[in-house]
């Protein structure tokens, strides 16, 4: 029904930038939320950003001041702005999104998830 494809991810140095893209696309009559979690080996996967269809923005605490979430120019695609990139970022990151098929079907669906290394 609903396709999410995320990517954008890369080997960055300490310090570095990386810029996510994502786009959702498919039977989607409006989208609720659409953000990243990430997810690291031996780590709790946890929510990184997401922004609500009313155009609030939330964040984890470990990256506020240094990652933006932002919609793009294209229907149903956000960016997620990573800046001061830290070792600890270092994870796969999966976007989502929290859409209605319809006024009464909330449904999820996930890209298929983008590597981000930070490593000297």
């Known amino acids: 029904q609903v396709q999410v494809v995320d990517s954008g991810g890369g080997l960055v140095q300490p310090g570095g930038s990386l810029r996510l893209s994502c786009a959702a696309s498919g039977n989607i009559f409006s989208i609720r939320a659409m953000g990243w979690y990430r997810q690291a080996p031996g780590k709790q996967r946890e929510l990184v950003a997401q922004?609500?269809?009313?155009?609030?923005?939330n964040y984890t605490d470990s990256v506020k001041g240094r990652f933006t979430i932002s919609r793009g120019n294209a229907r149903n695609t956000v960016y997620l702005q990573m800046n001061s990139l830290k070792p600890e970022d270092t994870a796969d990151y999966l976007c989502y999104a929290h859409y209605y098929v319809d006024s009464y079907s909330l449904l999820f669906a996930w890209g298929q998830g983008t590597q981000v290394t930070v490593s000297s």
């Open positions: 922004i609500t269809s009313g155009d609030s923005t």
